[in-house]
């Protein structure tokens, strides 16, 4: 007896989608998280109603007064902010997140399905859905839950194109990579992960993936050079992003000096912040690589820490493990992985706080439902719910009981 016992063999993508996503709405209200309490919500909050004004999209920092800042910040989520406050205001914003948390919980169940396993689409399911920093995400006014929307929405469109051999879904999915990348660019990782799944499952359809994406891309860049005569691909920020990670995350130091030099403009910060980063990268490569050893492990997952919480998460880790161990799991986990390795390429090298990690954490939950789908066949159903229980006891257990944290 295994879990396919519980479930049937096939996942009702649709029907899920939408209870979940009620769900979503209902439980990210409910539990009342203040939305503003980082500092980068207002700076959303702040381009969302410039945009709705009519100015576009613009903003003022307030370390960094008088002075108008057009690409500082990627738009995307900015867009997006700008949509719910047109419907409702913030508490519209976050009952949308809300709903997209649970849309995401369910792809991502869609994707474990597509990948060639049903009882690990319900299992991949359910344990998104209870995935603890998803909902506090969803209940902020941050970039956190949209963009890994994008994303699991993005690699399941490719999972469709691939396996209808439609063209058109891979054009949905460049427009949703694009759109993650306006978001975050760090999602040209994901990107580069899909374009090449295509190139290796279905050939035909990367030529319009990419294109597609170019197309809903383009206007951007090209507003920069009208706006601020220079070209600007992504945001004017990556030098400041690239600087921090040189000094283990100051950020807040960089923006005093930004605020004390503002007739650099924020081109000119870019600039600046580049070069230091570059110069202090030559003159002591081994604090780079000792950083950039932290911050690998910091993306590898919450190895320290002593909330409760953090249970979860371990638990998937270890169930991601087990799945590696069995090798006709392993062939369906290359996507998830791929994505996920793709991502840390980016963040590892430069800048990396934990909630930059929480985008791609779904690619865990994919490959510990194979884990725990895989174990239940070997095993049975009654074993694998035991050593679930026992797992996630220890994973909880265990760094309070050695004072780690």
């Known amino acids: 007896m295994d879990l396919r016992s519980f479930a049937r063999r096939e996942y009702p993508l649709g029907w899920v989608a939408l209870a979940a996503a009620v769900v979503g709405v209902v439980v990210t209200l409910a539990l009342r998280i203040d939305p503003m ?3 980068d919500s207002l700076a959303f909050e702040a381009m969302a109603r410039s945009l709705l004004s009519g100015h576009g999209l613009r903003y003022r920092e307030a370390l960094v007064p008088g002075l108008d800042l057009y690409a500082f910040r990627a738009p995307g989520y900015a867009v997006f902010v700008a949509l719910g406050l047109a419907l409702g205001g913030i508490g519209a914003v976050i009952a949308l997140q809300g709903a997209l948390n649970g849309l995401a919980a369910a792809l991502v169940g869609g994707i474990a399905r597509d990948l060639g396993a049903p009882p690990a689409a319900w299992i991949a399911f359910a344990l998104r859905l209870i995935w603890p920093t998803a909902w506090s995400y969803s209940g902020q006014l941050l970039t956190e839950t949209f963009y890994e929307f994008l994303t699991v929405l993005a690699t399941w469109l490719v999972l469709r194109s691939i396996g209808r051999r439609q063209v058109a879904w891979s054009m949905l999915a460049g427009a949703s990579t694009t759109i993650a990348i306006l978001c975050r660019p760090v999602g040209l990782g994901l990107a580069a992960a ?5 190139l290796l499952k279905y050939r035909r359809a990367l030529a319009p993936f990419v294109l597609t994406a170019l197309v809903v891309w383009a206007p951007w860049p090209i507003r920069n050079a009208r706006v601020l005569h220079a070209f600007v691909p992504l945001t004017s920020s990556g030098g400041g992003a690239s600087w921090a990670g040189t000094t283990d995350g100051e950020v807040r130091s960089a923006y005093i000096w930004m605020g004390a030099h503002v007739e650099l403009g924020e081109i000119g910060f870019d600039r600046h912040f580049y070069a230091l980063a570059h110069e202090r990268m030559a003159r002591d490569p081994g604090h780079m690589v000792r950083g950039a050893l932290g911050r690998a492990l910091v993306y590898l997952g919450p190895i320290r820490g002593r909330s409760p919480w953090l249970c979860i998460h371990r638990f998937a880790m270890l169930a991601a493990l087990a799945a590696l161990g069995f090798a006709a799991v392993r062939p369906a986990l290359a996507l998830p992985g791929l994505v ?6 980016l963040l590892v090298p430069t800048l990396l706080f934990d909630r930059y990690r929480f985008p791609t954490e779904w690619c865990v939950v994919v490959a510990a ?8 066949r070997r095993f049975g159903v009654g074993r694998t719910l035991l050593l679930c229980a026992l797992v996630l ?8 009981a050695l004072g780690r944290g």
């Open 37 to 39: 309490q980082n500092p």
């Open 194 to 198: 899909l374009g090449a799944w295509l």
């Open 340 to 345: 996920w390795a793709a991502h840390g390429a």
């Open 369 to 376: 439902a194979f884990g725990v789908a895989a174990v239940s």
């Open 393 to 400: 006891v220890l994973c909880a257990a265990g760094p309070l």
